[in-house]
């Protein structure tokens, strides 16, 4: 399960995030999504998975909880819409 977590506090690391999902059950990845220009946190990131109960279990304890002072927004992500190319 694909899990988007936004609201993330700008200094949240990718382990953090990990860590919090990891309470709810195993965790194949932890990403934040960063600006490409200046490498600076962009506010969310990405949690998968692999168990869809653990992955229910995680967005429903932590939607709306607070990770690094913020509180985070937590749903399963939708699949990234086709862009046209970058030129």
């Known amino acids: 399960m694909d899990i988007y977590v936004g609201n ?17 059950g195993e965790v194949t990845s932890a990403k934040i999504v ?18 869809e109960s653990e992955g229910a279990a995680a967005i429903s304890e932590l939607n709306g909880a607070m990770l690094k002072g913020r509180t985070a927004r ?3 992500a939708r699949p990234r819409e086709a862009r046209p190319p970058r030129r």
Do not use: C, W
């Open 74 to 76: 937590v749903n399963e």
């Open 34 to 51: 960063s600006d490409r220009e200046t490498g600076r946190s962009k506010g969310f990131g990405f949690v998968e998975m692999p168990n």
């Open 8 to 24: 993330l506090s700008y200094d949240i690391s990718a382990e953090e995030l990990r860590e919090a999902f990891e309470q709810h």
